[in-house]
């Protein structure tokens, strides 16, 4: 039997960079008054995204979401990274 609220669910977990990386995302957070697919949270040392979708192509966009923003700062870290080396 199939139910009407019945949901697709991700998490990714993130273990490096924690601090930083939910910075970034606070800042979405406030931005968007918290009316997202996803929820951020973390534990001891990582970072978990808990991704709740409708159907599969909600789930991939939220997906596609978080890991554009990570995509993102791991391109920033290593432009900085890199300048700091010259």
């Known amino acids: 039997m199939s139910r009407p609220d019945k949901m697709l669910r991700a ?4 273990d490096k960079d924690i601090c930083d990386i939910e910075r970034l995302f ?4 406030k931005e968007f008054d918290n009316k997202r697919a996803y929820e951020v949270k ?3 040392d990582r970072l978990i995204f808990s991704v709740s979708a409708k159907d599969s192509s909600a ?3 939220a997906l596609n979401s978080i890991t554009k ?3 993102v700062y791991e391109k920033t870290k290593g432009v900085i990274k ?3 080396d010259e």
């Open 11 to 14: 998490e990714i977990i993130i």
């Open 26 to 29: 606070a800042s979405e957070e």
């Open 42 to 44: 973390k534990e001891k």
């Open 59 to 61: 789930l991939r966009a």
């Open 69 to 71: 923003m990570l995509i």
């Open 82 to 84: 890199g300048a700091d």
